[in-house]
């Protein structure tokens, strides 16, 4: 089946420095990709929509220059998230399709936790 | 604005008995899904219902669309201690099929 990775699993990181998180399909290319982020005991929240080879579409509220989308290759989308902050700690999970198989099917990573000290 | 209500938020249960959890939504979508999620974990994928009146089992659970309604259920058969987890439903939105998802129903199932 297809799979979706995710690195790292998990990073502390301080306050006011960047963090690159990666999302890569690692047997199908997907040309779509969604970021999510979820606090705890809270549900998926939507970030934004990553389309390769152009600029990410990213949802009401979200901060685009603050949680930079990089989708170049059909097989990675990164999200950093610049000068942190505490409030940016949460669980961050990537999901792609595959359309070249079930596209209707979205994979999920298996999520990053991220945690500004 | 798509907006997905679940309820019941939480879900006590005991071990063998039956219920169904619910997931309403706000505008037309043409599809719609069902996660699991454990502790500390993504999520995993249950069911994916495709069209008016899609019905899929697996194993205990049974999942259901109507999309006149914008309502789905997911019917939980003699519940077992390994059901125990954090339910999503996630109808999608738009063309490039994102998802948005409910608030989520904790299922605590007690032996």
């Known amino acids: 089946g297809a799979v979706v990775s995710q690195h790292p699993s998990w990073v502390i990181c301080k306050s006011g420095t960047s963090v690159k998180i990666e999302c890569r399909s690692l047997?199908?290319?997907?040309?779509?990709m969604f970021w999510y982020r979820q606090f705890p005991k809270q549900s998926l929240m939507l970030m934004a929509t990553s389309n390769e080879g152009s600029k990410a579409t990213y949802e009401q509220g979200v901060e685009k220059d603050k949680f930079l989308i990089n989708h170049a290759s059909l097989t990675l989308s990164t999200l950093t998230v610049t000068s942190a902050h505490p409030e940016d700690s949460s669980f961050y999970i990537c999901?792609?399709?595959?359309?070249?198989?079930?596209?209707?099917?979205?994979?999920f990573g298996p999520g990053t936790r991220l945690t500004v000290t | 604005e798509l907006k997905v209500e679940q309820n019941p938020l939480f879900l006590s249960m005991q071990e063998g008995k039956n219920y169904t959890i619910y997931c309403n939504y706000s505008?037309?979508?043409?599809?719609l899904y069902w996660y699991r999620q454990d502790p500390g974990k993504s999520l995993e994928s249950l069911f994916v219902l495709l069209s008016n009146g899609a019905v899929k089992q697996e194993g205990r659970l049974m999942a259901s669309l109507d999309t006149k309604a914008r309502l789905s259920t997911l019917h939980i058969t003699a519940a077992v201690h390994d059901l125990s987890a954090t339910y999503f439903c996630?109808?999608?939105?738009?063309?490039?099929?994102?998802?948005?998802f409910g608030t989520g129903t904790l299922l605590a199932v007690q032996p």
């Open positions: 996630a109808p999608s939105s738009g063309a490039t099929n994102k998802l948005i």
């Open positions: 505008t037309t979508s043409d599809r």
């Open positions: 047997d199908f290319q997907a040309t779509t």
């Open positions: 999901s792609a399709s595959d359309p070249g198989g079930k596209a209707y099917e979205q994979y």
